[in-house]
């Protein structure tokens, strides 16, 4: 009923600067939160940032200063600027949204496929 699609991955230096997007679809009526998460392999998923329907946000120690979450609504969009990359900063980066159906006012966690951000020294 939702789904939620990631771009913007890729290759990039250590310094350099990545933007993803989450784009979302389906019988949503709200979004009441979005996040990001990544997993780097061979360890536990863990949460980046996320952003309230309100535009509170909350950042990982390890991100603070250095990314930036931010959301549409209108265009039931939600993105991670990046920059000032670090190899660590190596993973998979998966899109996390709470949603309101519009079909059944129930609330949905969804999550997207994930995009790889490698992140050279």
């Known amino acids: 009923q939702v789904q939620l699609v990631e771009s913007g991955g890729g290759l990039v230096q250590a310094g350099g600067s990545l933007r993803l997007s989450c784009e979302a679809s389906?019988?949503?009526?709200?979004?009441?939160?979005m996040g990001w998460y990544r997993q780097a392999p061979g360890k536990q998923r863990e949460l980046v940032a996320g952003i309230s329907i309100g535009g509170n946000t909350n950042y990982a120690d390890s991100v603070k200063g250095r990314f930036t979450i931010s959301r549409d609504n209108a265009k039931k969009a939600g993105y991670l600027q990046m920059n000032m990359l670090e190899p660590e900063d190596t993973a998979v980066y998966y899109c996390?949204?709470?949603?309101?159906?519009?079909?059944?006012?129930?609330?949905?966690?969804?999550w997207g496929q994930g995009t790889l951000v490698t992140v050279s020294s």
């Open positions: 389906g019988s949503i009526l709200s979004i009441n939160y």
């Open positions: 996390n949204a709470g949603v309101v159906l519009s079909s059944t006012y129930r609330y949905l966690e969804s």
